[in-house]
């Protein structure tokens, strides 16, 4: 005969450290309820349910609609580390969605967000950057963080912080220079991108490169890049082991060598024949990038004079099926076989 004895021991799905979420449309209310608690023990358990439900869209809007930011913009500002990474972590959640972006852009919440970049908590930090490398994919979070004057502070940070955020710090840097670099320059960002061209690993050598690019656009990038002697690392990123970063090496040298100073360094530091290696390869902005460079350098007497015999390797990527690749072979051999 079963006994009527009832167990003390929890069921063996129940996770403590969160909230219990109730059924239907009572959830996110009551989540919304329970963020506002006095204790922090229930406000660390609704966020952590509400980590959940913000994986789907649907819920991700309905949450909105409470007010779901004005608590997490108050929860940035805890006294409690963990409440404020798990708020991180619920920011990130929302802007994963297209409805949770505008909202964030709407309410402002990247200000409150940016405090958060000298947060003592590794994992905090982390979510703190994933969310402004999620939004700098858009032009509108570009657009809000560069106003926000972002750029000096993440300068400063990539020296500092651990590999995985240093990546998530750079490739949110990298986004916000395509948009204005002038703020970067300003902000000596040229050495501390040098400096990370070299490091050992891929992904950082990938986002310092883009960077590199970005950085080169304006003029004043060009003069620079020149001043620090950064063609030279740029050159060596050309025979890199991953095509992105030697794409990016060849389109940061692309933009360099518009300038007469750009053109001699990168002649000097041997950069015709990796170049024309990529013109080879078959990563359309790798073999793109290289055309370009290479009309660039072959402006200068001397280009012109090494690249005339590489004529025929030109000319059978006039057959490329990308458009991109047939109209920059079309220019670079114009330019070599010119005669004055």
Request: aromatic content about 2%; charged content about 25%.
């Amino acid at each position: 005969m079963a006994a009527t004895r009832i167990s003390e021991r929890l069921p063996p799905l129940i996770d403590p450290s969160r909230i219990p979420v109730a059924f239907g449309n009572r959830a996110v209310p009551r989540l919304m309820s329970e963020l506002q608690d006095d204790e922090p023990l229930i406000r660390q358990g609704a966020l952590c349910s509400l980590c959940d439900l913000l994986h789907d869209p649907e819920r991700a809007y309905e949450a909105l609609h409470h007010g779901c930011l004005e608590r997490l913009k108050v929860l940035l500002k805890d006294d409690d580390g963990l409440l404020r990474t798990k708020t991180s972590e619920a920011l990130y959640q929302l802007v994963t969605h297209s409805v949770g972006r505008q909202a964030v852009l709407q309410c402002d919440a990247l200000g409150p967000l940016s405090e958060l970049l000298d947060e003592p908590e590794d994992a905090c930090r982390e979510k703190v950057h994933q969310v402004l490398k999620m939004m700098s994919e858009f032009p509108a979070g570009v657009v809000r963080m560069v106003s926000l004057g972002l750029v000096p502070r993440l300068v400063t940070k990539v020296p500092v912080e651990r590999e995985d955020i240093r990546e998530l710090v750079l490739s949110t840097l990298s986004r916000c220079m395509r948009l204005d670099a002038l703020p970067a320059l300003a902000s000596d960002a040229l050495p501390v991108l040098k400096e990370q061209l070299n490091h050992p690993s891929t992904r950082i050598r990938r986002a310092a490169s883009a960077g590199a690019m970005a950085i080169s656009v304006p003029a004043e990038g060009k003069v620079r890049v020149c001043e620090e002697e950064v063609i030279p690392v740029l050159v060596k990123l050309l025979s890199d082991d991953d095509t992105e970063v030697r794409a990016n090496a060849a389109g940061a040298l692309m933009y360099t060598a518009v300038i007469t100073r750009g053109k001699y360094q990168a002649l000097e530091a041997g950069a015709v024949p990796p170049l024309l290696r990529l013109v080879d390869s078959e990563h359309v902005a790798s073999c793109a990038n290289a055309l370009r460079a290479l009309t660039c350098l072959a402006q200068a007497p001397s280009g012109r004079a090494r690249l005339i015999q590489n004529l025929p390797q030109l000319e059978a990527r006039l057959n490329h099926p990308a458009s991109i690749i047939q109209k920059a072979a079309a220019t670079a051999i114009q330019v070599i076989s010119w005669t004055p």
